[in-house]
């Protein structure tokens, strides 16, 4: 498949989310656990108009000890609480894929995505990030949108 891929130079974004170690197999319910407690919080602090988008964030491959944080993107600077912690996804150069399809069509993207990267001289950061822009229970999995961005140094 010929992809075509995105790089840009991104301002910091705020973050709302949750970060855990999980197997990989657990990681549908914790993701959905994570996104009802962020909602649930911004509408308890009347912010739900600063929801941007679904993300999660990998910060390893270890399908029995997943690092993954999950939240939301939102468009200000919002106090954290509890579990839920403030923070934001790090300025700087990025290389993106919007992929539509199944969840299980994403590792061919990565695949690609990771040689390109090493064709084109950059160095990835280790962090890989997906946004999720629908969901399965709103759309057939044929058009699931999920953004790949894989940060660069």
Same mark, same amino acid.
């Given at each position: 498949m010929d992809y075509q891929f995105a790089v840009s130079d991104q301002p910091a974004q705020p973050v709302l989310s949750k970060r855990t170690v999980i197997p990989v197999s657990a990681l549908p319910q914790e993701l959905g656990k994570a996104y009802r407690g962020i909602i649930t919080y911004l509408g308890e602090i009347g912010e739900m108009a600063a929801v941007d988008s679904a993300f999660a964030a990998y910060y390893n491959m270890d399908m029995e000890h997943l690092d993954v944080e999950m939240g939301f993107a939102v468009t200000k600077s919002l106090p954290g609480k509890g579990e839920i912690k403030a923070g934001e996804i /790090? /300025?700087?150069?990025? =290389?993106?894929?919007?992929? #539509? !399809? %199944?969840?299980? !069509? +994403? #590792? %061919? =993207?990565?695949? /690609? +995505? +990771?040689?390109?990267? !090493?064709?084109?001289?950059h160095t990835p950061t280790g962090i890989a990030y997906e946004f999720y822009y629908n969901s399965p229970n709103e759309v057939p999995e044929s058009d699931l949108l999920t953004k790949i961005i894989l940060p660069l140094e």
């Open positions: /790090a /300025a700087g150069k990025q =290389v993106s894929y919007l992929y #539509k !399809g %199944p969840f299980e !069509g +994403l #590792k %061919p =993207v990565y695949n /690609a +995505l +990771l040689q390109w990267i !090493g064709e084109n001289g």
